[in-house]
């Protein structure tokens, strides 16, 4: 329509309506592209603001996870230091108490981590629609940081928990396992972070196979030496939780404080 509207015009040397027609065209081509942009805008805030709500989500639950990994693993170098004092000699306890601390030395955690929106971010290469700065450094020091994945080798390579898991007779292990374990908790509920681990229990074992377990744990050589390993394994990759890596701590605490 333009078009044989201009060569018209062309013929009958109408420069005026020839210059109104291109500037219709010209008006329309940038109105146009001035539409598409802001539909392609529009379509990427939308984009931005559900993934920064995603990823939010999952921030705040890995806040959850770092301060339960760090509540845990202080329980669990609680008993193995009592445990080990028991053992030398340096704090008289009941043969039920070691039992219950030796046992809890062993343990080790590996929280679940929500990373899909992170991986999709990057994977795509859209961690750019992250536009709050701390959110988006946050994620990446947390997911690439390997100090979870050393704290969950760390306890399924530690030679004091497969020591353990030799020397203690099976039924007395499941009965530890049973009433004195990890208890079952919330993801995302804070309060039940304390005291995951260290809580009173009893055994609920007769009092001759607490005896003989005990005295099986007190005669083993090995013991004591892998028990200090342990505690010195935890003590450094749980200290690097929270000593070497600040600015996780910092960063999850800015997305807690802003989600609020």
């Given at each position: 329509m333009?078009?044989?509207?201009?060569i018209?015009h062309?013929?009958k040397?109408e420069?005026?309506?020839?210059?109104l027609?291109?500037?219709i065209?010209?008006v329309g081509?940038f109105?146009?592209?001035?539409v598409?942009?802001?539909?392609?805008?529009r379509a990427v805030?939308?984009?931005?603001?559900?993934?920064t709500?995603?990823?939010t989500?999952?921030?705040?639950?890995?806040?959850?996870?770092f301060?339960?990994l760090?509540g845990?693993y202080?329980?669990?170098?609680t008993h193995?230091?009592?445990a080990l004092?028991?053992?030398?000699?340096?704090?008289?306890?009941s043969?039920?108490?070691?039992?219950?601390?030796?046992y809890?030395?062993?343990?080790?955690?590996?929280?679940?981590?929500?990373?899909?929106?992170?991986?999709?971010?990057t994977?795509?290469?859209?961690?750019?629609l992250?536009?709050?700065q701390t959110?988006?450094?946050?994620?990446m020091r947390?997911?690439?940081?390997?100090?979870?994945?050393d704290?969950?080798n760390?306890?399924?390579?530690?030679?004091y928990?497969?020591?353990?898991?030799?020397i203690?007779?099976?039924?007395?292990?499941?009965?530890l396992?049973a009433?004195?374990?990890?208890?079952?908790i919330t993801?995302?509920d804070?309060?039940?972070?304390?005291d995951?681990l260290?809580?009173?229990?009893?055994t609920?074992?007769?009092?001759?196979?607490i005896?003989?377990a005990?005295?099986n744990?007190r005669s083993d050589?090995?013991l004591?030496?892998l028990?200090?390993?342990?505690?010195a394994?935890?003590?450094?990759?749980?200290?690097?939780?929270?000593?070497?890596?600040?600015d996780?701590?910092?960063?999850?605490?800015?997305?807690?404080?802003?989600?609020?």
């Open positions: 333009i078009l044989r509207r201009v018209s062309f013929k040397q420069w005026t309506a020839i210059g027609d291109f500037l065209v010209v081509v109105v146009g592209l001035q598409s942009n802001w539909n392609e805008g805030d939308q984009q931005s603001a559900l993934f709500e995603r990823l989500a999952d921030l705040l639950e890995e806040a959850w996870n301060q339960f760090v845990y202080d329980d669990v170098l193995a230091n009592k004092a028991i053992l030398e000699n340096e704090s008289p306890a043969d039920e108490s070691l039992l219950i601390s030796a809890r030395a062993t343990q080790y955690n590996e929280a679940f981590r929500r990373r899909a929106t992170y991986d999709e971010l994977s795509t290469g859209n961690i750019g992250i536009r709050d959110l988006r450094l946050t994620a947390i997911y690439t940081a390997p100090v979870f994945d704290l969950a760390e306890g399924v390579a530690s030679r928990r497969e020591a353990f898991r030799m203690v007779p099976i039924h007395v292990q499941n009965a396992a009433n004195c374990g990890d208890r079952i993801t995302g804070f309060n039940s972070i304390v995951a260290d809580y009173a229990c009893e609920g074992l007769p009092p001759q196979s005896a003989d005990a005295s744990l050589k090995t004591v030496p028990l200090r390993l342990r505690i394994n935890i003590q450094t990759v749980a200290g690097n939780l929270t000593t070497y890596n600040p996780i701590a910092s960063g999850l605490e800015a997305v807690m404080e802003t989600s609020q």
